[in-house]
């Protein structure tokens, strides 16, 4: 199993971290994916010539991306790869994580590494699988609303092939599981609990606030000054850590788990 890293070497603080980051964490073959939503003509050649999605150069490039590295785990001789974007915190024992985690994993199947979520979310204790060695369980989510990243995901082959055809027009952004899920490209999505992976608290590159917006202004305020900047810093740790920890275990069944 090889690492795909979704970076841009436009924002070269956060490319140098996580190149150099993985590097030190795994001994896996590691790919950039680097496509700039920026450059339309950037993108990957077999992307419909259509964007059917009303996205922003951000959400655009981040989804071409991750259509690439499914693209490469396609191609490859593995039952799956690992995707990782570039603000991602990897565990020390990331490789053994792996292994033991590929073991269990479906080919049409993603487990994610990384997840938070707005509100409480409810995953299913019943079906849950305990990773020997890793302190992981693996759980279902009661619907697949709750997955909301794409950070850190283990994909099978079968799954990577599934939503290479059901997204070759960007009609939905890269961490769209429900989407995936709805329409068959995988057959299953589960979290790996309590989550391996952390984020770096990183200033987001996918611009989801328009530049003209007043929480746009307020920030870009803020990064003028190094107060500023640590103010920005501690907001987005705390949301984090707010948001890491919403997941609920319920001894209820998920018609996720019934499906597969």
């Not at 049409?108 to 979520?117: A, D, F, P, Q």
């Amino acid at each position: 199993m090889d690492i795909y890293v979704i970076s841009i070497p436009r924002f070269r603080e956060r490319f140098n971290y996580i190149h150099e980051h993985v590097r030190a964490r795994s001994h896996r073959t590691v790919h950039a994916i680097c496509v700039d939503g920026a450059q339309l003509d950037s993108l990957p050649d077999f992307l419909s010539t259509g964007i059917a999605g009303d996205f922003n150069p951000g959400q655009i490039g981040c989804a071409a991306a991750h259509l690439l590295a499914y693209e490469r785990i396609v191609a490859s001789d593995a039952e799956a790869g690992f995707v990782v974007e570039d603000d991602v915190c990897l565990p020390a024992d990331i490789d053994g994580i792996l292994d033991k985690l590929q073991a269990e994993l479906a080919a049409n199947e993603v487990i994610s590494l990384y997840n938070r979520t707005i509100k409480r979310e409810k995953f299913s204790r019943l079906d849950a699988v305990a990773v020997n060695g890793t302190g992981i369980t693996l759980v279902y989510p009661m619907t697949a609303n709750s997955m909301r990243t794409s950070a850190a995901c283990l994909v099978g082959r079968e799954a990577a092939r599934g939503i290479l055809a059901c997204n070759r027009d960007l009609r939905y952004v890269a961490d769209d599981w429900a989407a995936f899920y709805r329409s068959d490209a995988i057959g299953s999505i589960r979290l790996a609990h309590p989550i391996p992976c952390r984020m770096r608290s990183f200033q987001s590159t996918i611009g989801y606030s328009r530049d003209g917006s007043l929480s746009a202004r307020i920030r870009n305020l803020l990064l003028h000054s190094y107060i500023g900047k640590q103010l920005i810093t501690l907001r987005r740790r705390l949301i984090f850590w707010v948001k890491e920890r919403n997941i609920v275990l319920v001894d209820e069944r998920s018609p996720i788990s019934v499906k597969t």
